[in-house]
Nanobody, 119 residues
Framework: QVQLVESGGGLVQPGGSLTLSCATS????????MGWYRQAPGKQRELVAT???????YYSEAAKGRFTISRDNTKKTVSLQMNSLKPEDTAVYFC?????????????WGQGTQVTVSS
């Protein structure tokens, strides 16, 4: 059974930094696009950043210039370095991956990790 497990969330002051990590476990044949999404209280889940197997990345306007997504294909991990954090970055952050398991492609999600930006 494939699982995505996030880590690295927490409480940080405005202007601070955090790095989120997501590890993939289970029997995977291939992993294509991986990404990070977030959901703030009372809001819909939104895309933060994605990265292809070849490490081509895409960022939302909110993340551009402050966040950096990266991945390690050998370790099947994806990370999100977040700098210059703002209170509006407060949300639960979810890892996502498009994974091929024997017989089918599917989208997988982690359980989420809380990021709180507050003084």
């Amino acid at each position: 059974q494939v699982q995505l497990v996030e880590s690295g969330g927490g409480l940080v002051q405005p202007g601070g930094s955090l790095t989120l990590s997501c590890a993939t476990s289970g029997r995977t044949v291939a992993i294509t696009t991986m990404g990070w999404y977030r959901q703030a209280p009372g809001k819909q889940r939104e895309l933060v950043a994605t990265i292809t197997y070849e490490s081509n990345s895409y960022y939302s306007e909110a993340a551009k210039g402050r966040f950096t997504i990266s991945r390690d294909n050998t370790k099947k991990t994806v990370s999100l370095q977040m700098n210059s954090l703002k209170p509006e970055d407060t949300a639960v952050y979810f890892c996502n991956a498009r994974i091929l398991v024997p017989g089918m492609w599917d989208d997988y999600w982690g359980q989420g990790t809380q990021v709180t930006v507050s003084s």
